[in-house]
């Protein structure tokens, strides 16, 4: 217990006093959040500000790399993963003071215009040589841990699936050895035929599909899908604005929000009734 409780003690204090002096200073509070969640989380923060006049800076990039950066020293007030094993993870190290689950996605096949993709095909798609199939970065960002999973699940439907799937994936988003000028965005990638195919969370598929005219899209059916938790945290050391920005999430305003952005809720999330006369 002295052993575990030491660990931690030094960064603990010294972020304390680092919070502190930010507060103090008035400078905004951070929030480290996976790239999937941008749209919704930064519509989010930005009606939480209205409310409450507290202002939330966000930092986008892949979950595991965020992980890394909280366990090797850095101090965010909270963090939002796309997938709850992240921040279970840190809870359980003592990084995190809680652990929630605030959303889920689900994975979908986006095609590049011109490719007949259809509910009965999704599969044979993804395995026909010609076309090339782009994820993101297993290890690194959870969507490429799930587009893994779901090769896993390709084998139980047809022998040698997972092998040709593992070879065949192009490992083109979410990797921070990337350099920045590199790098691109799953419609950029669509758009200027780098991949013919991309599997992804369906929170992206409205979005790619509206950014590039041609694209379409199949959410995976049972027997292929995996769906993602999304998880919540509020670091040891946060103060209570970290505490309210998750319950403002946890809310119906927040769920309809990520509703609104391609996100399934935790709750069930009803359009508001009309005032009676």
Same mark, same amino acid.
Not at 28 to 57: H, M, N
């Given at each position: ?5 030491? #660990? ?6 010294l ?60 101090? +965010?007030?909270?963090f ?34 011109? $490719?007949?993709?259809n +509910?009965?095909?999704v ?8 076309? #090339?199939l782009?994820?993101?970065? +297993? ?8 587009? &893994? ?13 997972y ?27 669509? #758009? ?24 379409t &899209?199949?959410?995976?059916?049972d ?19 970290a ?12 769920q309809? $929000? ?14 508001? #009734?009309?005032?009676?006369?």
């Amino acid at each position: 217990m002295v052993q575990r409780f030491g #660990r931690y003690l030094f960064p603990l204090v010294l972020t304390l006093m680092q919070g502190s002096g930010a507060h103090a200073a008035g400078l905004s509070p951070v929030v480290y959040a996976a790239g999937s969640l941008r749209s919704g989380l930064d519509e989010i923060v930005a009606r939480f500000a209205r409310q409450t006049g507290t202002k939330f800076e966000v930092s986008y990039q892949p979950s595991g790399k965020l992980r890394k950066d909280i366990e090797s020293g850095a101090r +965010p007030q909270a963090f939002a993963s796309a997938s709850i094993e992240h921040t279970d993870a840190l809870f359980r190290e003592g990084y995190l003071r809680n652990s929630v689950t605030f959303a889920r996605n689900n994975m979908c096949l986006l095609a590049a215009p011109g $490719i007949d993709l259809n +509910p009965t095909n999704v599969l044979a798609k993804m395995l026909d040589p010609m076309l #090339r199939l782009g994820t993101s970065t +297993p290890k690194v960002d959870p969507a490429g841990d799930y587009a &893994w999973q779901v090769f896993h699940k390709a084998e139980a439907i047809q022998s040698g699936a997972y092998d040709q799937l593992n070879v065949k994936a192009m490992q083109l988003v979410g990797n921070p050895a990337t350099r920045p000028e590199a790098k691109r965005t799953i419609a950029q990638l669509l #758009r200027d035929q780098q991949v013919d195919l991309f599997l992804t969370y369906c929170s992206y598929a409205d979005k790619t599909a509206a950014e590039v005219p041609g694209v379409t &899209w199949q959410k995976l059916d049972d027997d292929l899908n995996v769906e993602s938790s999304y998880g919540i945290g509020a670091l040891s050391f946060a103060d209570d604005r970290a505490d309210r920005l998750i319950n403002f999430m946890l809310s119906m305003e927040g769920q309809k $929000i990520l509703a609104k952005h391609g996100f399934q809720t935790i709750k069930p999330v009803f359009a508001e #009734r009309k005032a009676k006369p």
